[in-house]
């Protein structure tokens, strides 16, 4: 069964400090590796969206790495900000002659206190 | 200003009613989808379309409805045979269904069975 895993569930961080989120993915083969970041009672909007051939992208603080061998992703915040406070979801799109499937993680629900 | 806007924000259902969710996009996207967000879980599809007039079930069709009559409109219906339909509900499009493009989700729909 094509599944997605991220860790930790939640996290909590002093403001400035650097973190780290993981996802784990069986989805297999895969086209793309999405992050998205999610505020509270609002949509997702789109932080990274890597290929399988890529192994690292970067949107401003947000660096996302991927390891297709061992079907790992991770989420590297910098020196966070309060508004980075949300949950961040990992995305796997599977290699299908359909739709533009997303199979979703649960998310990892940051906080970033003063 | 181009996005997709999803209406009412916060909808309350009595026991036995059908309710319509709004999807509008002015993105002149090809594709639209809806998804279901509950606690502690992924995303998971309800129908999707690819263009107009055309809908496919996604993973948890039963209790759902849709129509696509225009390219901008992508409405959801939940009726009475949806058990469980308290959730956070969330439209997303992309400019067509094919893999590696871009999703664009809107600000969601909370409903809530009273």
């Known amino acids: 069964k094509n599944q997605v895993e991220q860790s930790p569930q939640s996290l909590i961080i002093l403001e400035g400090k650097n973190c780290t989120l993981q996802?784990?993915?069986?989805?297999?083969?895969?086209?793309?590796l999405r992050w998205y970041k999610q505020d509270t009672g609002r949509g997702p909007v789109s932080l990274t969206i890597?290929?399988?051939?890529?192994n690292t992208k970067s949107n401003g603080r947000y660096t996302a790495t991927l390891d297709a061998d061992t079907k790992q992703s991770s989420l590297h915040i910098t020196a966070s900000q309060l508004s980075d406070s949300a949950s961040y979801i990992c995305?796997?799109?599977?290699?299908?002659?359909?739709?533009?499937?997303?199979?979703f993680g649960a998310g990892t629900r940051l906080a970033v206190h003063p | 200003d181009g996005g997709i806007t999803q209406s009412p924000k916060y909808l309350f259902r009595k026991e036995g009613q059908n309710v319509t969710l709004s999807c509008e996009q002015n993105?002149?996207?090809?594709?639209m989808y809806w998804y279901r967000q509950d606690p502690g879980q992924g995303l998971r599809l309800i129908y999707y379309?690819?263009?107009?007039?055309?809908?496919q079930k996604g993973d948890i069709a039963e209790g759902y409805s849709v129509s696509r009559e225009k390219k901008e409109s992508f409405p959801l219906t939940v009726t009475s045979a949806q058990k469980n339909p308290t959730a956070f509900y969330l439209c997303?499009?992309?400019?067509?269904?094919?893999?590696?493009?871009?999703?664009?989700f809107g600000q969601g729909t909370r409903l809530t069975v009273v």
């Open positions: 997303a499009s992309s400019i067509h269904t094919s893999m590696n493009t871009e999703a664009f």
């Open positions: 996802c784990n993915y069986t989805v297999s083969p895969f086209s793309n």
């Open positions: 890597m290929t399988f051939s890529e």
């Open positions: 995305v796997v799109s599977p290699f299908s002659g359909g739709y533009n499937k997303l199979i």
């Open positions: 993105l002149n996207h090809d594709a």
């Open positions: 379309s690819q263009i107009v007039n055309d809908f």
